[in-house]
């Protein structure tokens, strides 16, 4: 009994090895070639066309459609922003909003957020602060 466990093991180990060389060769490999280069292949795509989503705070997704990838390589691309505040929107307290004009923006700063890491208003206020609003539009009553 003992030698039929001697024979498999053997046989594992001498089909398993080169696999696990081969493999380990390339995660050596890996480690050599720069980050940049590494994490270049990762970047998200930016194609025009394609919007972009992203939560900046728990309750604000900011969308982005890309108009022109031109200046890519620049650090900028050409896109129309929306910010929308899902938890207002969803109790019906703003309007469903539209993309803005185009303009350019820089890659770097596209995900900024102005505002607190609860959400809230960009200027760093919340809805209920703005003096505009009536207790009528409260959805109490």
């Not at 939560?55 to 890309?66: E, G, N, Q, S």
Request: hydrophobic share 40%; net charge positive.
């Amino acid at each position: 009994m003992g030698r039929i466990y001697k024979v498999v093991d053997t046989i594992v180990f001498i089909i398993c090895l080169p696999v696990y060389a081969v493999a380990f060769a390339l995660m050596m490999l890996a480690r050599l070639v720069p980050h940049r280069v590494r994490d270049g292949s990762r970047r998200f795509p930016l194609r025009e066309g394609r919007v972009v989503s992203r939560f900046i705070a728990r309750d604000v997704r900011r969308d982005i459609l890309v108009v022109s990838t031109a200046r890519i390589d620049e650090g900028y691309i050409t896109g129309r922003v929306r910010t929308t505040n899902l938890l207002y929107q969803y109790r019906g307290l703003v309007p469903e909003s539209e993309f803005g004009e185009s303009r350019e923006i820089r890659i770097d700063e596209m995900w900024h957020w102005t505002g607190k890491s609860w959400g809230g208003l960009p200027d760093g206020t919340s809805i209920v602060d703005h003096p505009h609003r009536q207790d009528s539009d409260s959805p109490r009553g």
